[in-house]
C-alpha cells in the first residue's frame, strides 16, 4: 500500500521568507501524481499545486513550487515571499496513475510570524 | 457554477444514536469520496464510490456505511456513533484520472459524539 509521510508537524515562518515542507512517499508505481493541499482555518481544501510523475520539470504555481526527486521518493514544497494568508495546514497527497483515490499525508502546520 | 455540499456542518450526538451525514454534488462526477481527518492522521477515506450501485470500503470503514442511489449523492452513515468517531468528515469527488482527476471537497462536517 501506498503511504506518504509529511516529517514536520509543524513549521514557522517570517513574512516575506522561504520555507520548505517535506514530503516522502512510497510505492512502486511508475505512473502516479503528487499534489499540495492548503487548508486554512476555514477547512476548505485547497489545491495548491500538482506534479505528474512522467514529468523532470518540477511543478510552479506563481511563489510556489515543488522539488520533485522521484529516485528518492521526495515531493517538497517551496513558498516564497511568505504571506500571512499562507498560514495554514497543508498536506501532501499521492493518487496513482489511472486510479481516483487519494491517500494523504498527517498534514504540517505553517505558521507565518509578521 | 459546480458545487459540493455537506450538511449539516455541525452535530452533537450521543454514542449509540445513528447519524447521517449528506454530500450533494453538481459537477456530474462518477467518483464520490468519504474522509475523515483527526490530527496527527492527516485524511483517511472511509468509503468511496465510483458510480451509482457501486461503493467500496477504504481503510477506516468500521462503524460505516454509504450508499450511492444517484450521481449526485454519497450519505455517509454512522450505524451507532462512538466517542472515536469524533472527527471532521470531508465529502470529495473527482472527474475520470482520463481528464484531470482533480478532486473537490466539500466544506467538512465536524462531529461531536458525546
Known amino acids: 500500500a501506498q503511504t506518504v509521510t509529511q516529517s514536520q508537524p509543524e513549521m514557522s515562518v517570517q513574512e516575506a521568507e522561504t520555507v520548505t515542507l517535506s514530503c516522502t512517499y512510497d510505492?512502486?508505481?511508475?505512473?502516479?501524481?503528487l499534489f499540495w493541499y492548503k487548508q486554512p482555518p476555514s477547512r476548505q481544501m485547497i489545491l495548491v499545486i500538482r506534479q505528474e510523475a512522467y514529468k523532470q520539470q518540477n511543478a510552479t504555481e506563481n511563489r510556489f513550487s515543488v522539488n520533485f526527486q522521484k529516485a528518492a521518493k521526495s515531493f517538497s514544497l517551496k513558498i516564497s515571499d511568505s504571506q500571512l494568508g499562507d498560514a495554514a495546514m497543508y498536506f501532501c497527497?499521492?493518487?496513482?496513475?489511472?486510479?481516483?483515490?487519494?491517500?494523504f499525508g498527517a498534514g504540517t502546520i505553517l505558521r507565518v510570524k509578521s | 457554477d459546480a458545487e459540493i455540499t455537506q450538511s449539516p456542518r455541525h452535530k452533537i450526538t450521543e454514542t449509540g444514536r445513528q447519524v447521517t451525514l449528506a454530500c450533494h454534488q453538481t459537477w456530474n462526477h462518477n467518483n464520490m469520496f468519504w474522509y475523515r481527518q483527526d490530527l496527527g492522521h492527516g485524511l483517511r477515506l472511509i468509503h468511496y464510490s465510483y458510480g451509482v450501485q457501486d461503493t467500496n470500503k477504504g481503510e477506516v470503514s468500521d462503524g460505516y456505511s454509504v450508499s450511492r442511489s444517484n450521481t449526485e449523492d454519497l450519505p455517509l452513515t454512522l450505524e451507532s456513533a462512538a466517542s472515536s468517531q469524533t472527527s471532521v468528515y470531508f465529502c470529495?469527488?473527482?472527474?475520470?484520472?482520463?481528464?484531470?482527476?482533480?478532486?473537490?471537497f466539500g466544506e467538512g462536517s465536524r462531529l461531536t459524539v458525546l
Open positions: 470529495a469527488s473527482s472527474d475520470s484520472p482520463a481528464n484531470t482527476g482533480e478532486l473537490f
Open positions: 497527497a499521492y493518487r496513482r496513475g489511472g486510479g481516483n483515490k487519494l491517500v
Open positions: 510505492t512502486s508505481e511508475s505512473d502516479y501524481y
